[in-house]
């Protein structure tokens, strides 16, 4: 047989939780006002026993004592969205999740604790870090998880909401520097132009580091995105510069269909014909009219005097 030590150990090593949670078994919470009221009357049989000098009675009082004093801090209020861990000189003793009024081994008092299972959301830091090509930013994110195994939220961390605080930060640091803000080149996924797939990695990340307190991560996204201060003026510059080449290529593109397609409508309607010279001569003016930035002025030639 396997004993719970090696059992605790080889979860570990597999990495799953070494203590899962699992229902623990409660009683009505009405049936400890019973117990309390019946060891109240007990005491009071005994207290009236001994006034009329019948001394036997006197054991009443410690049988009605005890049930009345142990019932009280056995009761429990769950509400809904809320959970009570039982824990019993040290040991895990199950989950109470149901909502309601619960009577639970008095001696759970002093160790047990109440984990909220509603949704949690918060924001991060803003955090400086160097992207992926060494460009300093500033980015935070906003995180929605809520508790799932209310066991690996106490037994497995210190503190399962520090945890996902700190685990949080550090896996949206680390996003930051795994891509580029921005990608001129057109054939990487950069934070800015990419907010999908920036946001599912950042999700797969932090829900990895978080497994291990027994917390799901909902949703993740980034709300703040920036350059740093320094350098952003420079970069808000390299960005327009960018635009304006993209603008141009286009521009250039067009008109270099523009020409073609007028090239290939004079030769089919037979128009003019047209040498070398005079197609280069053609494609040269129609190109710097097209991309011109500024209003062109036509010149006509009416030919040349005898």
């Known amino acids: 047989m396997t004993d719970a030590t090696d059992s605790d150990a080889a979860a570990s090593t597999t990495g799953s939780h070494a203590v899962t949670a699992r229902s623990a078994r409660t009683k009505p919470g009405v049936l400890g006002v019973l117990i309390a009221l019946a060891g109240l009357v007990l005491v009071a049989a005994g207290i009236v026993g001994v006034a009329a000098v019948a001394w036997p009675f006197v054991f009443l009082v410690p049988v009605g004592a005890i049930p009345f004093i142990l019932a009280l801090p056995g009761q429990y209020l769950v509400q809904p969205n809320e959970a009570l861990v039982l824990i019993l000189f040290g040991r895990y003793r199950g989950t109470v999740e149901r909502p309601g009024w619960h009577l639970v081994n008095p001696f759970t008092r002093m160790e047990s604790r109440k984990i909220s299972l509603r949704v949690h959301n918060f924001t991060t830091s803003v955090s400086k870090v160097n992207d992926a090509e060494g460009n300093p930013i500033e980015i935070s994110a906003v995180v929605v998880w809520r508790v799932v195994d209310t066991a690996a939220a106490v037994f497995e961390v210190d503190d399962f909401e520090d945890f996902v605080y700190v685990q949080s930060e550090t896996a949206i640091r680390h996003l930051g520097t795994k891509y580029p803000y921005d990608d001129f080149e057109g054939d990487r996924v950069s934070l800015r132009s990419d907010p999908d797939i920036v ?62 397609d007028a090239l290939e409508l004079l030769t089919q309607r037979s ?31 009416t030919g040349a005097s005898a």
């Open 199 to 260: 946001g599912a990695t950042l999700h797969e990340e932090v829900q990895e580091r978080l497994e291990r307190a027994g917390v799901q991560v909902i949703e993740t996204r980034l709300n703040h995105l920036a350059y740093a201060t320094e350098i952003a003026e420079a970069m808000l510059r390299r960005q327009q510069a960018a635009a304006v080449v993209a603008a141009r290529r286009t521009i250039v593109e067009g008109a270099v269909g523009m020409v073609e």
């Open 271 to 301: 128009v003019v014909e047209l040498d070398e010279q005079a197609k280069a001569a053609m494609v040269a003016n129609l190109l710097v009219v097209l991309t011109s930035e500024q209003q062109t002025t036509p010149v006509v030639n």
